[in-house]
């Protein structure tokens, strides 16, 4: 089983040589996410191996143009590379009008069927599940409506000591009923299922927190996560200009993260201004030590271990 986030556009607002618009590819168990559709993300995936076919389910933060203007490109090659299976759509208000009438105005028809969910919230609710995974969305602080998105393994269920299943005697039989809650008998005494069984692995987590101007109360909605990604559009001495639009600088977001307890922080969205990233790392890790700078094409991996960047 594995978790990895892939980096498809890192930059902020113009599309540069080295940075697209913002974009990631999420493979979790593997259930295929894409989150956020800047213009150029089918170049992107295809250039970074990823089978974008495969993509179930598409979370859009906000629609300013340079976080979803690559959706209608994407859905025109879904139609014409003969995609049949659903797709689920989770985006603001609005979307699903902008997108319809863009492929609509061209004659052209989709064949597949799109569920979309356009959502407008005021707090951390959960938005999707399947067996192996959560989402949930939170509102960000940006100009427009924005949300962040967590995706969340699902706990599993506790694993069979093959030994203690030989030793004890457990059936097949009693193997699907303790699987339902019921408890394993023996002698007419009920075995502790530490006997018999592990715990399974901690389930991880992934944040994504979109454009924000972060504030202290948003603590809440990142705290717990295995990593998160956030924009640090600026440094801290253009932090006039993060206030008026309404971005964070790197420094901001290290000092509310660290009081998230987050350990493992993706900086990203960074402005055409600045020619590296050092300066964005070297604010950040003024709070939280394990900061990765976003480049596109990234691939980082979750597991329990920690976050590692595989590519
Ligand atoms: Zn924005």
Redesign the pocket.
């Known amino acids: 089983m594995k978790f990895t986030v892939t980096i498809l556009g890192s930059g902020a607002a113009t599309p540069t040589l080295n940075r697209f618009p913002t974009s990631q590819f999420i493979n979790c168990n593997e259930r295929n996410i894409l989150i956020d559709c800047g213009e150029g993300s089918q170049i992107q995936m295809r250039k970074f191996r990823i089978k974008f076919q495969r993509i179930n389910l598409i979370l859009i933060?906000?629609l300013?143009g340079?976080?979803y203007f690559g959706l209608a490109g994407l859905l025109s090659s879904f139609v014409l590379l003969g995609r049949t299976s659903k797709l689920q759509i989770i985006c603001p208000k609005g979307l699903k009008n902008i997108i319809l009438s863009q492929i609509e105005i061209g004659n052209a028809k989709i064949p597949f069927e799109i569920e979309w969910q356009e959502i407008e919230l005021k707090e951390r609710e959960l938005l999707f599940e399947d067996k192996v995974l959560e989402v949930y969305g939170f509102p960000m602080n940006?100009?427009?409506q924005?949300h962040g998105f967590e995706i969340r393994e699902k706990k599993k269920a506790r694993n069979f000591i093959p030994e203690k299943i030989e030793e004890l005697k457990i059936s097949v039989k009693e193997i699907g009923a303790i699987k339902n809650g019921e408890p394993l008998i023996r002698e007419g005494k009920v075995v502790p299922q530490e006997v018999y069984s592990k715990d399974s692995k901690r389930p991880l987590s992934y944040s994504f927190s979109?454009?924000n101007r972060i504030k202290e109360s948003q603590i809440d909605y990142f705290k717990g996560t295995d990593l998160l990604y956030h924009e640090a559009t600026f440094l801290h001495e253009d932090r006039d200009r993060a206030k008026t639009t309404?971005?964070s600088t790197a420094k901001e977001v290290g000092q509310i993260a660290s009081k998230a307890e987050i350990k493992n922080i993706i900086l990203g969205h960074f402005s055409a201004r600045y020619h590296d990233t050092e300066t964005h790392k070297a604010e950040c890790q003024e709070s939280i030590e394990n900061v990765f700078c976003a480049e596109d094409g990234n691939t980082f991996e979750i597991s329990e271990n920690g976050v590692e960047l595989i590519g």
């Open positions: 933060s906000h300013h340079d976080h940006h100009r427009i924005t979109a454009d309404f971005h």
